[in-house]
T-cell receptor, first 112, second 114 residues
Framework: DTAVSQTPKYLVTQMGNDKSIKCEQNLGHDTMYWYKQDSKKFLKIMFSYNNKELIINETVPNRFSPKSPDKAHLNLHINSLELGDSAVYFC???????????FGSGTQLSVL | GENVEQHPSTLSVQEGDSAVIKCTYSDSASNYFPWYKQELGKRPQLIIDIRSNVGEKKDQRIAVTLNKTAKHFSLHITETQPEDSAVYFCAAREPPGGYNKLIFGAGTRLAVHP
């Protein structure tokens, strides 16, 4: 009955590979997000979608491409992974944009 | 754009003491200020939030105060318990008219010692 679920929980991969992280929410929320948390725990918004439409696209390398097939799902695909991409990636959702965010459990990405 | 500064970065208290974490923001038109708690290895979770038309909000042992003139807001935890140990993040939402993103502070690692 997890409200916001993301998979996988851990992702260990080599530099140069392409990987995807999936996120699903069953809260009926209209807005979904991807946040990146670096090793110093700093939380930074990457993307935000409202009803499948991209509304926030931060200064993120274009190797990162979000996709929202419907308002309950927001996936993140990363091409040509680099060492600096290692971080925890959190999916989140909210009923009102940028208010009362519900976070997923995170995906720990390690690029070797 | 909005900028949020959070202090202190680490805070150590004895069980039963109070803990106060402070944040300042730069955009006077920002209108929503949430606080998130992140336990070790877990997801951030909203613990309390306040809007710009309110000066103080309380929920059991936690309270948040907002000073719009000085552009700062604070989290107060009374009668701290070991389970309060976590990283706490403040955030400010940019005002309407732009992307009104949530901008997070850098976090405060609170340790409550029995």
């Amino acid at each position: 009955d997890t409200a916001v679920s993301q998979t996988p929980k851990y992702l260990v991969t080599q530099m140069g590979n392409d990987k995807s992280i999936k996120c699903e929410q069953n809260l009926g929320h209209d807005t979904m997000y991807w946040y990146k948390q670096d090793s110093k725990k700093f939380l930074k918004i990457m993307f935000s979608y409202n009803n499948k439409e991209l509304i926030i696209n931060e200064t993120v390398p274009n190797r990162f491409s979000p996709k929202s097939p419907d308002k309950a799902h927001l996936n993140l695909h990363i091409n040509s992974l680099e060492l600096g991409d290692s971080a925890v990636y959190f999916c989140a959702s909210s009923k009102e944009t940028n208010e009362k965010l519900f976070f997923g459990s995170g995906t720990q990405l390690s690029v070797l | 754009g909005e900028n949020v500064e959070q202090h202190p970065s680490t805070l150590s208290v004895q069980e039963g003491d109070s803990a106060v974490i402070k944040c300042t923001y730069s955009d006077s038109a920002s209108n929503y200020f949430p606080w998130y708690k992140q336990e070790l290895g877990k997801r951030p979770q909203l613990i309390i939030d306040i809007r710009s038309n309110v000066g103080e909000k309380k929920d059991q042992r936690i309270a948040v105060t907002l000073n719009k003139t000085a552009k700062h807001f604070s989290l107060h935890i009374t009668e701290t318990q070991p389970e309060d140990s976590a990283v706490y993040f403040c955030a400010a939402r940019e005002p309407p008219g732009g992307y009104n993103k949530l901008i997070f502070g850098a976090g405060t690692r609170l340790a409550v010692h029995p």
